[in-house]
């Protein structure tokens, strides 16, 4: 897990992990930037720093394939193949979390995903 929203691409002509900017770069940035910002912990870009120490992503938004390579997932499909604009968002460190701290990912989350909602 992690706390971030990933927008397109997700993959590179050489499956290594460097930004893959698509032709609607500037757009996907605003769309996760209108989640993050809502959410502190996201946005101050580096969530989970006892799990992942050295991790950082600025403003809480990263590229995906500058994350981590991933070829052929649905993200970039849907994109090139049907328009539909996707981001992925990580919601947070813990991947699994217990039932009983869902209302605070809910309060941590909520009104990132109304302000997400506005864009469209």
Request: with cysteine; charged share 20%; glycine share 6%.
């Amino acid at each position: 897990g992690s706390l971030v929203v990933n927008y397109p691409f997700d993959d590179d002509e050489q499956g290594v992990a460097i930004y893959s900017k698509s032709p609607d770069d500037a757009v996907f940035q605003q769309l996760a930037l209108s989640y993050s910002k809502e959410n502190t912990k996201m946005y101050q870009g580096n969530p989970c720093k006892d799990m992942y120490p050295t991790e950082y992503f600025p403003r809480g938004i990263t590229n995906g394939a500058q994350w981590y390579n991933v070829p052929g997932g649905m993200q970039d499909w849907n994109y090139l193949h049907t328009n539909c604009f996707e981001v992925t968002i990580e919601l947070g460190c813990v991947k699994y979390p217990k039932a009983e701290e869902l209302p605070k990912y809910w309060e941590q989350n909520r009104r990132s995903l109304l302000q997400f909602m506005k864009q469209v």
